[in-house]
């Protein structure tokens, strides 16, 4: 049965939901305070990655996070405050940071990356977009022998998770990667990724979505939601009000402020991230991801770009000059032939990763307003996981068997 839906949040994972349910035959309209330009699904690395099998609130990075906080250029900082919902969140990830529970994710995260890296398949197979694509794996690369013994544990996690995963030595690296000028001890070759150029493929989906018929409203944010027993009865925006039979709630780092008007709350944290584009050849044809500076590496459509940082702060868009800085010195120090260029880091951009205590997504309904959908949470994997985000929410949407199990990213969870 046909329904009126409506997505409130116009990222990768809006678009997605918007592209399955509107395949489905449902009337579509999707919602956004920005102009669809900007924002963390413009600004990523462009990475699908089933090699990211260890959630963020991996075990000891409570002691990381304590230890960078007093470093301005550490690629991972919480800015500490006297804020309830920041310290239900520490809370909740301080919970999350076991073993145990790291275990029982990493073939949930898995499962739903490698999901997700066949829809984008079918969409490129589809012949009704032209984006760039490639499958050439990820190097983990490693300048000391500490971090390159980690990552092959992670990588031999990943093998037993049925992964294709080598350990490479410099030597090898270089065969694959001749004239990048590597400067590293050796790096862990994960088979299963794919790269994309996201500022490329967002337009295009744009597109798609309004030729066929859904509604793009830009430049208009929900002011309230108006509760009519336990469904959403209408929406209320700063230009008019909106009807629907269901509501979706993709809003990323600012989806607990709204979720508020519901009397309800999912813990979320925007986690900052940043990227530098380097329009200059720097021979670079694998991504990679520099292991010590926890920074990215893509050679997209036409230029590299070099992004990184979690930044767990406020909702804001400050460029911490600083932190842009240790991206392009990692980037020098890993590349022996790059030279990143004065104007390449003053345009750098950042984006706000929406993360959950647990790191995983929530992608389910809620159990107190039957008619309101939350898909968000994915912090580093939003763009990974775009298409099976909007899958599932489609299968939701029309009461269909889920692709997967969708237990694990229950948005009541934390209830």
Excluded at 163 to 175: A, D, G, P, S, Y
Excluded at 192 to 210: C, G, I, R, W
């Amino acid at each position: 049965m046909s329904k009126k839906v409506l997505i409130i949040g116009g990222g990768i994972i809006g678009l997605c939901t918007a592209y399955y349910l509107q395949k489905k035959g449902n009337k579509v309209t999707i919602i956004d305070k920005s102009d669809f330009t900007s924002g963390a699904s413009y600004v990523n690395a462009g990475f699908i990655t089933p090699s990211h099998i260890i959630s963020l609130a991996a075990p000891g990075m409570i002691n990381k996070g304590i230890k960078w906080m007093l470093n301005p250029e550490s690629p991972f900082y919480v800015k500490p405050r006297l804020d309830y919902d920041f310290l239900k969140w520490s809370w909740l990830f301080k919970k999350a940071s076991t073993t145990q529970k790291v275990e029982s994710a990493i073939k949930v995260i898995k499962d739903i990356n490698l999901l997700s890296k066949n829809l984008y398949e079918d969409i490129k197979a589809s012949n009704d977009f032209d984006f760039f694509y490639q499958h050439k794996g990820l190097l983990m690369c490693y300048q000391t022998d500490k971090a390159g013994e980690e990552e092959w544990t992670t990588g031999q996690r990943g093998i037993k998770e049925g992964l294709h995963v080598e350990n490479l030595t410099k030597k090898q690296v270089l065969k694959l990667e001749p004239d990048a000028g590597l400067n590293i001890k050796g790096a862990v070759y994960y088979h299963s990724d794919a790269h994309m150029t996201p500022n490329e493929f967002m337009p295009q989906l744009k597109n798609y979505l309004v030729k066929n018929n859904v509604t793009i409203l830009a430049n208009e944010e929900v002011l309230d939601m108006n509760l009519l027993g336990d469904k959403v009865s209408s929406i209320k925006t700063d230009k008019q009000e909106l009807f629907a039979d269901e509501i979706i709630v993709a809003t990323g780092s600012w989806s607990q402020k709204l979720l508020k008007k519901l009397n309800t709350t999912i813990p979320v944290q925007a986690g900052k991230g940043y990227r530098i584009n380097v329009s200059k050849k720097t021979g670079i044809t694998i991504p990679a991801i520099l292991i010590e500076a926890k920074v990215a590496v893509t050679p997209m459509n036409g230029f590299t770009r070099f992004a990184g940082t979690m930044e767990v702060d406020t909702i804001n868009h400050t460029i911490n000059t600083r932190r842009v800085d240790a991206i392009a010195k990692a980037g020098e120090k890993y590349y022996d032939r790059l030279k990143i260029e004065q104007h390449d880091i003053d345009n750098a951009a950042c984006g706000l990763r929406p993360c959950s205590p647990d790191g995983l997504p929530y992608i389910g309904r809620l159990s107190k307003v039957k008619n309101v959908t939350i898909a968000t949470g994915h912090a580093m994997m939003g763009w990974s996981l775009g298409p099976a985000t909007g899958k599932l929410v489609s299968e939701i949407i029309s009461e269909e068997k889920t692709s997967l199990n969708i237990t694990p990213f229950n948005p009541n969870r934390f209830d």
